[in-house]
């Protein structure tokens, strides 16, 4: 999963990536004080953040109004502190604030929307 992701860092380079970078938010992991300042890179269709020094991504396709959330990924060295859920519900967030519906192909989105009906009504 993650070597897509690492294709990417080769090929733009870290900095040449947050560079592309269009919109910021600080989201604060509720089991840890840390901020995780999400970007939209809109361009690559793409939210991602920088925890630690490791490049965490939800990718996507627009397609019309819906959103296809087609992959998340968080290196294993920083799993488990929400970092994943906050990329999603981000998304998600997002895809509400501008009327998109959500086809969550990436099973981690699909079982986030499962775990939490609120978001329920954007898919498609």
């Not at 999963?1 to 600080?26: E, F, K, T």
């Not at 991602?48 to 397609?63: M, P, S, T």
């Not at 920083?78 to 604030?97: C, E, F, P, Q, S």
């Amino acid at each position: 999963m993650l070597g897509g992701l690492d294709r990417h860092d080769r090929s733009l380079g870290h900095a040449a990536a947050l560079s592309l970078i269009s919109q910021a938010v600080d989201l604060t992991h509720p089991m840890s004080d840390t901020p995780i300042a999400i970007t939209h890179d809109e361009a690559q269709g793409r939210f991602q953040a920088d925890v630690d020094g490791h490049l965490c991504v939800l990718d996507y396709q627009l397609r019309g109004n819906t959103m296809i959330i087609q992959h998340t990924g968080v290196p294993g060295a920083i799993g488990g502190r929400g970092i994943a859920a906050a990329l999603t519900r981000h998304a998600l967030d997002t895809a509400r604030k501008r009327g998109w519906l959500v086809l969550p192909v990436c099973s981690y989105a699909a079982a986030y929307i499962a775990r939490h009906p609120d978001y329920q009504d954007l898919v498609a």
